[in-house]
């Protein structure tokens, strides 16, 4: 039976190329000279360090134009409260992966409701779309990318 997967992950790869990319940006613009500026990624958690609230929105612009560039999705991102102390100004980043239990029974229902013939089973941070036709699957890849979801979907496993 024709099946897919449908998943929500992120390139740790590129990931950390964008940031690399980020953190060469900063330190030679001239705005961000002697604040000691910079990213860190440590556990799909990414940090910014620097003097300013401003500076903080500034290195966020920076670091979702090279992550869209190297084809991250930033709706994966979630931005913690920024930690401003007397000379220094933090704030993390959460980069979400994995699509959760309600999400995910969220699109189950969906497709459900869509009443096309295919079954929609979670199968732990995934979800597995199975049916008897090829074109019942392109339908529900149709029906998920017009959805209104707040985490990037990405569809693999494709079988005939």
Known sequence: MPSFDVVSEVNHHELSNGIDQAN???TTRFDFKGTGSNFELADLVIT???ESEFQLQQMYDVLCNKLVK?????????????????R???QTIK???????????????MIKQSKIKVQAA????????????????QAVIALLKE??????LQYKNFRD
């Open 147 to 152: 959805a209104n979801i707040d985490i990037p």
């Open 48 to 50: 910014m360090n620097t």
């Open 24 to 26: 060469r940006e900063v």
């Open 122 to 137: 979670i199968q732990g941070e995934q979800l597995r779309v199975t049916g008897k036709k090829r074109d019942e699957l």
């Open 95 to 109: 980069v979400n992966e994995g699509i959760d239990t309600p999400t995910a029974k969220t699109l189950v229902k």
């Open 88 to 90: 220094t100004a933090t």
């Open 70 to 86: 190297r084809g991250i999705d930033i709706a994966c991102l979630e931005k913690g409260e920024p930690v401003i102390q007397a």
